[in-house]
């Protein structure tokens, strides 16, 4: 019954990382995969989060959480993204869940739609990540892009976009990004972002804002202004979130996903159909992960150190930006000023296919086919290597193609 089957193309992200991975040179450089590393190239734990693992290890109990998780994490959570004083949670119109990272609360959210018959076709940014079209796709939904990035691929093409959205029919659904537009590193302005919502409004299209960098871009506050802008502004959307980047836990598979309703009669009726989803797809989420970020959250001390470190890691990328972009501009007559104006993690480079394949082939430093590079695989061993090494390829690729 399983000969028929064919291989799989490798995940273009995940894939090039194995790669990486077999790739025995010892001065190769890893810009692949999404994850903070600190200067010696190691992914480091918050000590509040070490000192959250401290206080519940003794204390974690074996049952099955709810369908839904702990109700105490997603309230948390979602104060994180609206604020505490939100009218969302005085009114009651508001359906939170714990999930399975980012990326399983995106599939609640795809399998609740398409459960619901709320709508049958997504529109996304292109680019987009790269999962995006698939976990939309594997629920049975339609996706669809509208425009994102300029002509150069180095900027906002906002004309574009607002007139692509201006002709997207009523009752679809528009996913987004909240902040560090992942590949592109490319956000709206915040003028930008309240003319993109009030099309959204005009046009009576649902907004699923996908957050998952929170705090990596210009600040915990400023990096959920699109949320809380939608929240303030629009009777229903869906926000995604995930605390693998900003508590570093990518292996505890930690997320949330906030349903905003119309009123709480709605908000309960929707809490019972996606309580419906999350049991038909993994039954009910584990505890530790989400009690880690609950113990930080809910004490003082603790969610304030957490913040002066998430700051401080933002504030390095930020550092690593603008050296990267300033020795760039030293050694190569090619423009790549725009990478310092990016926010977040995540580069679009500028460098093409061709280029990216020669980087890693004869030098070792890996970047995503399109491009894209995770800055904060960069430090102070490989910056100047890095630079170099696209300094010499750049310049054989416009010599070969002039």
């Given at each position: ?31 692949i ?46 104060e994180?993204?609206?604020?505490a004083?939100?009218p ?12 399975l ?105 649902l ?61 309960n ?88 394949t ?39 690729c ?5």
């Amino acid at each position: 019954m399983f000969e028929h089957l064919t291989t799989a193309p490798d995940d273009p992200i995940l894939g090039l990382n194995e790669k990486f991975k077999q790739d025995q040179r010892p001065h190769r450089v890893n810009l692949i995969v999404g994850v903070y590393q600190d200067e010696t190239g190691e992914i480091p734990e918050f000590q509040a989060v070490s000192e959250a693992r401290r206080r519940i290890n003794t204390n974690v109990k074996a049952n099955y959480l709810g369908i839904d998780g702990d109700p105490a994490y997603s309230k948390l959570a979602s104060e994180l993204l609206l604020g505490a004083e939100s009218p969302r949670f005085r009114t009651g119109n508001w359906v939170a869940a714990q999930s399975l990272g980012g990326t399983g609360g995106l599939r609640v959210v795809a399998d609740f739609l398409a459960r619901c018959q709320v709508t049958t076709t997504i529109w996304h940014t292109n680019p987009t990540w790269v999962n995006h079209q698939s976990i939309f796709n594997a629920a049975g939904l339609q996706t669809k892009a509208f425009p994102y990035l300029d002509a150069a691929g180095k900027g906002l093409d906002f004309v574009g976009m607002l007139a692509a959205l201006e002709q997207i029919p009523s009752g679809d659904a528009v996913l987004l990004h909240g902040c560090c537009h992942n590949p592109t590193g490319v956000d709206p302005s915040p003028d930008q972002w309240q003319a993109i919502i009030d099309v959204l409004k005009q046009r009576r299209l649902l907004p699923i804002l996908d957050c998952a960098y929170q705090g990596f871009g210009d600040g915990l506050e400023a990096d959920v202004l699109a949320c809380r802008l939608v929240s303030q502004q629009m009777d229903e959307a869906v926000i995604v979130q995930s605390f693998s980047k900003n508590f570093s836990l990518y292996n505890q598979r930690v997320g949330a996903v906030l349903f905003l309703t119309k009123d709480q009669l709605q908000a309960n009726t929707l809490r019972s159909q996606v309580k419906a989803a999350i049991r038909a797809n993994y039954s009910n989420p584990p505890q530790y992960g989400a009690a880690l970020v609950r113990t930080v959250l809910a004490d003082t001390e603790l969610r304030a150190n957490w913040q002066n470190e998430l700051e401080s890691m933002r504030l390095r990328i930020a550092t690593l930006r603008r050296r990267f972009s300033a020795s760039l501009q030293e050694k190569c007559d090619h423009d790549f000023s725009h990478i310092a104006k990016q926010s977040g993690m995540f580069s679009f480079s500028g460098l093409t296919p061709e280029q990216v394949t020669h980087l890693r082939d004869e030098f070792g430093i890996y970047f995503v086919g399109n491009g894209r590079m995770n800055v904060a695989g960069l430090n102070e061993s490989n910056l100047e290597v890095t630079t170099r090494a696209i300094a010499e390829v750049v310049g054989r690729c416009a010599v070969s193609a002039s």
